[in-house]
Structures are given as structure tokens and as C-alpha cells.
């Protein structure tokens, strides 16, 4: 079975602009999370979102956003884009009954210039 | 969430047991303790998870005392392709309805031929 999948892989942005990546989870997974990850911070949990309903969120700015559809496709949004932003964002999808593990998708590498 | 401790680094040689510790004094009495590895540019794959005592797979073995404060990954006869990062999280992910991954700085495996 098909693996989550993230797109686009890669992405160069300027200052200022606003940028929207996008996960497909694993059929039949509702749970889809994000996460940020840079050299300084290393993992840190962004958001997780379950039935097209955001359950919490991370210690992030409000320029970070998220939705997810009836599919449980995910999309995370950051808008105002920061040299700071430039990192790894990877999303995990899940079953979500008690830990049960989370698939993580080769992520998204987004570079803000 | 329990805080971890993990050896920032470790060097090993093709063909040895590699075993990483893990200190998790706080560890709460529903917490389950995971690893995760990661490689250069993707994210984190899901190794092993148990609660007490032994687990195996087929790709390692975890150990874990009684008191549960710390827990030891067993990688048998590792490879170069197991040159990773390897994140300890203990948890119970869903304690508060929703999930949360908390990554500490990992440790980061070499090994050489």
C-alpha cells in the first residue's frame, strides 16, 4: 500500500510570500500531523488535524495554518514567509487508536531566500 | 511527556551489536517507550515500541528494566545502511486525545566499514 506522500519536494521561496505544502496519508489513516525540522531545533511538533478538525497545535506563530479535507489529505500553509522558516516539514499520518506508530513522508524542503 | 536522554553520538563497525540507551527517569505509569530512525532528508521510520521487559522485531530488540527508567535499542550485525539518527520517545501518545510526538536531539549513529 501506497506510503504518505508529500508534494512538492523541494521549494524555493522569498521573504514575505506564502507558501502551501500538501500530504496525502496512508488509506484509511485520519490522523495527519506536521512537523518542523531544522538544524538548531531539530523535530518539533507543528499541528495534528483528525476528521477535518485541527486537536492541537504546537508552539508556532499564527502565520502557520493547517486544514484537512474529507479525504484526509492535509494541507499547512505559512504565510509571511521568514529566512527562519527554511527547513524539513514532514508530515505523519496514523491510525490513532493508543500508540499506534506514525508514517512519516520524505517531507518537504523548503528553502526561504 | 517524559523527558529522554540519549548519547549524542556513537560510532560503531560493520557486523557489531550496537546498543543505545535511553534515560527516562519520569517515565508515567501509561507511557510506552518508542524509537524512531531517521535518515538524511526524510523522516523518521518507526523501529520498535514496548512497555516493559523484552520486545523483538526483525530488525532489533528492546530492552527494558523494571523500574522503567531507562530502556536500551539493540541493533544486531549493523550494517553502513544503518548510519541513521535514532530518536527514544516515551509517552502514551493519545493521553490527552490527541497525538504528539515529542523528539529529543537523537543519537546519531556511525557506522564504518
Known amino acids: 500500500k501506497a506510503g504518505v506522500t508529500q508534494t512538492p519536494r523541494y521549494l524555493i521561496k522569498t521573504r514575505g510570500q506564502q507558501v502551501t505544502l500538501s500530504c496525502s496519508p496512508i488509506?484509511?489513516?485520519?490522523?495527519v500531523s506536521w512537523y518542523q525540522q531544522t538544524p538548531g531545533q531539530g523535530l518539533q511538533f507543528l499541528f495534528e488535524?483528525?476528521?477535518?478538525?485541527?486537536?492541537n497545535k504546537g508552539n508556532f506563530p499564527g502565520r502557520f495554518s493547517g486544514r484537512q479535507f474529507s479525504n484526509s489529505r492535509s494541507e499547512m500553509n505559512v504565510s509571511t514567509l521568514e529566512l527562519g522558516d527554511s527547513a524539513l516539514y514532514l508530515c505523519?499520518?496514523?491510525?490513532?487508536?493508543?500508540?499506534?506508530?506514525?508514517?512519516f513522508g520524505q517531507g518537504t524542503r523548503l528553502t526561504v531566500v | 511527556l517524559a523527558k529522554t536522554t540519549q548519547p549524542i553520538s556513537m560510532d560503531s563497525y560493520e557486523g557489531q551489536e550496537v546498543n543505545i540507551t535511553c534515560s527516562h527517569n519520569?517515565?508515567?505509569?501509561?507511557?510506552?517507550i518508542t524509537w524512531y530512525q531517521q535518515f538524511p532528508s526524510q523522516g523518521p521510520r518507526f523501529i520498535i515500541q514496548?512497555?516493559?521487559t523484552k520486545v523483538t522485531n526483525e530488525v532489533a530488540s528492546l530492552f527494558i528494566p523494571a523500574d522503567r527508567k531507562s530502556s536500551t535499542l539493540s541493533l544486531p550485525r549493523v550494517s553502513l545502511s544503518d548510519t541513521a539518527v535514532y530518536y527514544c520517545?516515551?509517552?502514551?501518545?493519545?493521553?490527552?486525545?490527541?497525538?504528539?510526538?515529542?523528539f529529543g536531539t537523537g543519537t546519531r549513529l556511525l557506522v564504518s566499514p
Open positions: 505523519a499520518s496514523s491510525l490513532r487508536t493508543t500508540n499506534t506508530e506514525a508514517f
Open positions: 488509506s484509511g489513516h485520519r490522523s
Open positions: 488535524y483528525f476528521s477535518e478538525t485541527q486537536r
Open positions: 519520569n517515565i508515567a505509569t501509561n507511557d510506552y
Open positions: 514496548g512497555y516493559k
Open positions: 520517545l516515551v509517552g502514551d501518545v493519545w493521553d490527552t486525545g490527541f497525538q504528539k510526538l515529542v
